[in-house]
């Protein structure tokens, strides 16, 4: 019996080998991109004490309702109206 619990306790012992697996460099994070500024800012200059609006308002929905910029269009949020932007000549 003297054999059996020397062999028990030999199975029994953590091996060395499989203690702690190593840790790994984890890769740095990327930096955060600053958002750009949203609201009113965006919306008006100021030019010689007055205001001017950078965007055009909505044609169906009157002033107060700005169309927002699409690269070729202008679209309006409240209604959907679209207005396409001349084609740029080269």
Do not use: Q
């Amino acid at each position: 019996m003297s054999k059996r619990k020397a062999e028990e306790e030999l199975e029994e012992a953590p091996k060395e080998e499989e203690a702690k697996p190593k840790k790994t460099e984890k890769a740095p994070k990327p930096e955060k991109r600053k958002k750009k500024e949203k609201g009113v800012f965006s919306l008006y200059k100021v030019e010689n004490d007055k205001a001017i609006r950078l965007r055009p308002t909505c044609e169906r929905c009157g002033p107060g309702y700005f169309m927002a910029d699409h690269g070729d269009r202008y679209t309006c949020g409240h209604c959907g109206f679209t207005r396409y932007k001349p084609p740029e000549k080269k």
